[in-house]
Each structure stands twice: as structure tokens, then as C-alpha cells.
């Protein structure tokens, strides 16, 4: 295809999950990134330009957009902390003007779901005046509006799905009441990419959302449906904010500074009072949160993964689709085959799921509650063994018998570090 894409925010998840899709479609891909190491190990990055820019250097800018027929931006600042919302405000400015200045023929973007009439929590807000940034210039803008996204990695999804996992005892605000129209992820990109072809999406905002809608406390009794799980739901009136992002920071992969503008986000509907986008889209079949959730759960697998902590040998620790992984590095000249006696002489109840010259991945047996798998990495440049285990715990016993595997895991990674065969 002749059109190039830009796509922004190159390392989030919307990005990652889009960035295929486009390629698999034919379409040249421009990635833009604060920095090339955010994404250098993502497996599609051989596939794209890569560009270095930030939307607060104005300077950055012209260059990521040059030739660009369509961008994608999927930025946000959340993370910043209390000044977020005006970054937010200046770097869509920033943007839109640039991709004016040198021709881009559309700005697609992605926002909140809210009625900008309404009392709105203030991150709500923000996505909002985002949309009314970037439509400051000529360049048309097609701004979609989602609410909760159901599919692995997306922030809203990870935290139902680790609270409803852990806790058999569900607390929270009375704000759970409110209702939200779940979409899929798979539905949002569909939205996304078709809006490259169609023109007449074309300086419209659209509000997407699934075929259903539900209070926010069934999304979680839903997931834990469907997952097999018995849950029960406790509404408190006046629950801090700070109090549940707290425990939202240490429950699931979502930190403090981003849970709690989310769960105060939670105090209004999320709701499509414009349904335009099915008529403008009739070929997209809206997926049914339900299913959403069985299709997330379907990959709770290593095979299934966006490794977004492969990063050379950095070591890291995290909670991810789902997943508890760890992950770590030693220098070392170990072969294949020696892993391999390793294997079978310290993890009888594993098996091999994949083996190769540079790698050996094991998935263990006879795990009640949890699915775990262990994989050995030789990074042959670095002179490095990458063991990474991965733990898929279903409810509170799954979670706290995990800690049985990860301690397994520790202890033989010290016994490789310690006895690895370093070459004269």
C-alpha cells in the first residue's frame, strides 16, 4: 500500500497490539518513540521505521511526521504525575501543528469515554481536551472514545483481572455501580485501522463500545465467571481513593500514580450516547465482553506474549497479561545440551516444549491452580543465560502457591550462577 503510517506511543499497549496488525494489512509503518530502546526487542521492529521524538520537543517533530499520510496518536502522561494533563494539552498542540506544517492528510487518536457535560473525573477530562487539542489545526481528526478495554495488557482489563483473581472478597467504592460499555481490544483496532480507509470518519469523534452494557462491580463478577471463580462484591460508601490505589499498585501491574485517576474515573458512566460509529463501520462485529474474557484467557500463554521487559540483559520482575514473571541474567557459556541434563536431573516434572541451539523451554506438570513454565536463553552476543520463569495463578491458592515455583526458580538460578562456566 502507498499510505505511511506514523504510529506514536510506539511502546504502550494499544501501540503494540496495532503495529501488526498495519504490517500484516501492507501498510509501511513509521514507529515514534522517546527512545529506540523502549521498543528495540519487540518482534516486529525489524518490520518499521523507527524515529526518536517527543511530543514536548517541538523540534523532534517534523521530522517523525515528514511524508506521513496517517497518524496514530496514542500518547498519554498519566504517569507524569500531577502536571499530567497540561503535558497532555501541549504535546497534542505540538503535534497537530507539526503535522500540519508538513502535510499529514489525518490524525486518528483514541480517548476516554465520557460525557464532557457531566461531572468527569479529572484524566476523563483530559483525554477529552486532548481530542480538542490536536483539532486546533487543519488536519483532520478522527478521534474515537473507548471505556474499559477487554484484552490482555490493557491497564483497565489487568486490574479486574488481578483484583477478581486475588481476592475472594471484593471491596470497593459505591462508584461501582456506575455503568461502562466494555469493548474488546480486538474490536478497538478494528475500529483504528478501518479508520485509514474510510473518509468518512474524517473529523469526527466516535464513541466505541461493546454490544452490552454492565455496572463496573459485573465486570469483575463476569471475569470471575468465566474464569471459574467464586467472587462476592462489598460496596463501601467513602473508600479512599488513595486507599484502593494503594492496594490497586500492590495487586496488579498497574502503579499508583496511573490507578488512581482510573479509579477515580469510575465515579460517572462510561456509556455510547452516539452510536454513528456502527453506522460509519457496519462491517465490525462487536465482540461480547464475555467472550472478550474467554479470549484473554485463551492466552495465558509464553507463545501468546508481548515481552515488553526484554530489554538485553536487564533483569526483571513483573506482573504482565496476566502472568507473573521473573526474569534473569548470568553470565555464562553453558550449552544447549547441558541445560538439558540440568533439566532432567533438577525438574523431573517439566517437560520440553521447545528446544533449539540457543534456547530451552520447559512447562512443568501436575500444577494445581496455576500453569507455570521456566525457559533458558543463551544471548550469544552478551555471553549471557536468560532464565525466565512464568506463572499463570488462578485464584488466591493459585497466587499463593506460585510462590512454591518461583522459590524453585530462584534456587536453581543461583545454583547456575554459581557454578556457570566462564571461558578462560
Not at 550449552?335 to 523451554?361: F, T
Not at 502457591?401 to 550462577?417: K, M, T
Request: charged share 25%; net charge neutral.
Amino acid at each position: 500500500m502507498d499510505k505511511r503510517i506514523l504510529v506514536t506511543g510506539a511502546s504502550g499497549y494499544i501501540a503494540g497490539k496495532l503495529i501488526p496488525r498495519l504490517l500484516e494489512g501492507g501498510y509501511p509503518v513509521r514507529c515514534m518513540a522517546r527512545t529506540q530502546a523502549s521498543i528495540a526487542n519487540r518482534p516486529w521492529t525489524g518490520q518499521v521505521e523507527v524515529v526518536e521524538a517527543d511530543v514536548t520537543d517541538p523540534a523532534s517533530l517534523p521530522a517523525a511526521l515528514k511524508d506521513i499520510d496517517s497518524a496514530y496518536y496514542l500518547i498519554h502522561n498519566m504517569a507524569r504525575g500531577r502536571d499530567y494533563q497540561q503535558a497532555e494539552l501541549n504535546g497534542a498542540r505540538n503535534f497537530s501543528q507539526a503535522a500540519y506544517e508538513v502535510g499529514v492528510e489525518q490524525i486518528i487518536y483514541l480517548g476516554g469515554l465520557a460525557n464532557p457535560k457531566e461531572k468527569i473525573a479529572p484524566h476523563l477530562r483530559s483525554r477529552i481536551e486532548t481530542g480538542r487539542a490536536l483539532r486546533e489545526f487543519p488536519v483532520p481528526v478522527t478521534e474515537f472514545r473507548a471505556g474499559v478495554i477487554a484484552g490482555p495488557g490493557s491497564i483497565s482489563f489487568e486490574m479486574i483481572r488481578f483484583i477478581s483473581e486475588q481476592l475472594p472478597l471484593l471491596v470497593g467504592p459505591v462508584w461501582l455501580r456506575n455503568r461502562s460499555q466494555p469493548i474488546s481490544a480486538g474490536n478497538v483496532l478494528d475500529y483504528l485501522i478501518a479508520a485509514l480507509e474510510n473518509s468518512a470518519s474524517r473529523g469526527l469523534t466516535l464513541e466505541i463500545g461493546g454490544p452490552e452494557v454492565f455496572y463496573y462491580d459485573e465486570l469483575m463478577s463476569l471475569y470471575a465467571k468465566v474464569r471459574g471463580l467464586n467472587r462476592r462484591i462489598v460496596l463501601i460508601p467513602g473508600l479512599p481513593v488513595e486507599l484502593m490505589a494503594y492496594f490497586v499498585d500492590k495487586l496488579t501491574p498497574v502503579p499508583e500514580a496511573i490507578a488512581y485517576p482510573l479509579i477515580n474515573g469510575l465515579q460517572s458512566d462510561s456509556l455510547v450516547k452516539d452510536p454513528k460509529a456502527i453506522s460509519i463501520f457496519p462491517k465490525i462485529e462487536l465482540t461480547p465482553y464475555r467472550q472478550a474474557v474467554s479470549d484473554a484467557l485463551a492466552q495465558l500463554d509464553p507463545s501468546q506474549l508481548d515481552r515488553i521487559w526484554v530489554n538485553g540483559a536487564v533483569d526483571a520482575r513483573l506482573k504482565h497479561e496476566g502472568l507473573l514473571i521473573e526474569s534473569r541474567h548470568c553470565p555464562s557459556n553453558h550449552d544447549i545440551d547441558a541445560l538439558v541434563a540440568l533439566a532432567s536431573e533438577k525438574l523431573p516434572d517439566y517437560e520440553v516444549i521447545s528446544s533449539g541451539n540457543d534456547h530451552l523451554h520447559l512447562r512443568a506438570l501436575f500444577r494445581k491452580n496455576r500453569q507455570c513454565w521456566l525457559e533458558w536463553e543463551l544471548l550469544a552476543d552478551e555471553g549471557v543465560l536468560r532464565q525466565t520463569g512464568l506463572l499463570a495463578p488462578k485464584g488466591l491458592l493459585g497466587f499463593l502457591a506460585s510462590r512454591v515455583d518461583q522459590a524453585a526458580h530462584r534456587r536453581l538460578f543461583r545454583e547456575i550462577s554459581k557454578t556457570r562456566k566462564l571461558p578462560p
